[in-house]
């Protein structure tokens, strides 16, 4: 991959970024409803540094959600960017949480359709809104490449 830098292109490497480019990452986090809260707030799910490229977040229900809440994942100012506002009780047991629609096991897994440059270090949120969730537990997943030397994404 090459970078232009006024009029000039330069390769991005692994020695230029002195972190391995091109090779997806996975970064794993959890929120279980029940241990770590159901309350209506915005969490901080992963914590990224520099600039990364996200193909793909979603998130593999192990635990029916419980409760008249809804939930979504997003960034600072824009609370539903990653996965749409979904109704808490209709992400099950065995669903794939990708946008507002959860699809039962097997989910398909939408790649490339919905990739995002997250720059500067934005973290990423998790939304419960409404009157929130009682049960539940999510596994989330998130996809990316590390574009900057200090481009990272680390579950909270």
Not at 9 to 25: A, C
Not at 87 to 114: C, K, S
Not at 126 to 135: C, E, N
Request: proline letters at 3%; charged letters at 10%; a negative charge.
């Amino acid at each position: 991959m090459a970078q232009t830098l006024n009029g000039y292109s330069k390769w991005i490497t692994r020695e230029s970024l002195g972190v391995s480019v091109g090779i997806f990452r996975a970064a794993i986090g959890n929120w279980n409803f029940t241990d770590d809260t159901g309350a209506a707030a915005v969490y901080p799910l992963f914590r990224a540094t520099g600039d990364v490229y996200i193909q793909q977040i979603y998130g593999a229900c192990k635990v029916d959600l419980a409760g008249a809440g809804t939930v979504e994942v997003g960034i600072a100012g824009n609370t539903a960017a990653l996965i749409a506002q979904t109704t808490g009780t209709d992400i099950n047991q065995y669903t794939l949480w990708q946008d507002a629609t959860p699809e039962v096991n097997p989910g398909l897994i939408i790649l490339l359709a919905r990739s995002w440059l997250l720059m500067n270090g934005a973290d990423i949120n998790l939304v419960i809104g409404g009157a929130g969730l009682t049960a539940g537990d999510i596994d989330f997943y998130c996809n990316y490449i590390p574009l900057s030397s200090d481009g990272a994404l680390t579950a909270y």
